[in-house]
């Protein structure tokens, strides 16, 4: 793939559980007919990570943000909550393996080379957007 083409996606999913499972195969799709099949599986965690706290601690829609350029890949989920996300636990503190929550933030800062938020306004709605930065390696 060219360095130097770039692409953006969007894709607009309910406050629905089902969601991030649609959103992974979306992602693994686009990223896999951009000829970038070696970002798959830790896209596919990112993307996961990001919209499942998009979905899980907001009430409102959300959306799966991908963008493609200069070899970097970052991963965003849009949601309705203007509020910063809580930062992300360390795993050496004391964080319980067995609980099903409360370590997605710390994924993503372990697995990606860059994340952040920023407040961002969509379709006349304010939120936020939490991304994560791959490079193509």
């Known amino acids: 793939m060219p360095e130097n083409e770039s ?16 959103s992974r195969r979306t992602l693994r799709l686009i990223l896999t007919m951009h000829g970038l099949i070696g970002l798959v599986d830790v896209a596919e965690l990112l993307a996961t990570e990001l919209v499942a706290n998009a979905v899980r601690h907001t009430k409102g829609p959300a959306a799966l943000r991908v963008h493609w ?6 991963i965003g989920a849009w949601d ?17 393996w067995e609980r099903e929550e409360g370590r997605g933030l710390a994924l993503v800062r372990a697995c990606s080379e860059l994340w952040g ?8 709605s304010r939120g936020k957007l939490v991304w994560c930065e791959l490079g193509a390696a």
Do not use: K
């Open 7 to 22: 692409w953006e996606y969007s894709l607009s999913i309910p406050n629905d559980p089902r969601a991030v499972t649609v």
């Open 69 to 74: 350029a200069a070899g970097v890949l970052r």
């Open 80 to 96: 309705s909550d203007p509020a910063p996300p809580e930062p992300p636990v360390p795993f050496d503190q004391a964080v319980e």
């Open 117 to 124: 938020w920023q407040p961002l306004y969509r379709d006349g």
